[in-house]
């Protein structure tokens, strides 16, 4: 979050902590509707970290409890085991060592 978005650090430390609590991805468009009504759209740099929070907010509400990313895909971590298969099978995948490796992250809609 640039300094030239929000100018305050602690205000900016503030939002910084508040987004790192957030997992429900309707609170999460609450939020970013705040930031946008009191700072104006928000720069690239913010744009992202914001899809940051999205994934995580999507990861936590499918028990996904790791998530490993690089150039040639992504693999994802599921707590339950359990529901490890029918996980996989949902987004395409198949289950590996306890993981879903996949060639490309879902889309993680806002809600």
């Known amino acids: ?5 929000v100018p305050e650090p602690n205000l900016r430390l ?4 508040r987004m790192a ?10 939020f970013e509707d705040e930031l946008a009504d009191r700072f104006g759209p928000p720069p690239p740099e913010l744009v ?7 994934l995580r907010c999507w990861c936590a509400r499918r ?11 992504a693999a994802l971590t599921p707590y339950d085991q359990a ?5 996989a099978q949902a987004l395409g995948g198949r289950l590996k060592n306890g993981r879903i490796p996949l060639a490309k992250l879902p889309d993680c809609p806002a809600a």
């Open 83 to 87: 529901d490890a298969g029918g996980l």
């Open 14 to 17: 503030g939002l910084y902590s």
């Open 1 to 5: 979050m640039p300094a030239s978005y």
């Open 48 to 54: 992202g970290l914001l899809a940051l929070v999205r």
């Open 63 to 73: 028990g996904i409890t790791r998530l490993d990313a690089g150039p040639q895909g």
């Open 21 to 30: 609590r957030l997992i429900n991805p309707a609170e999460l468009m609450e």
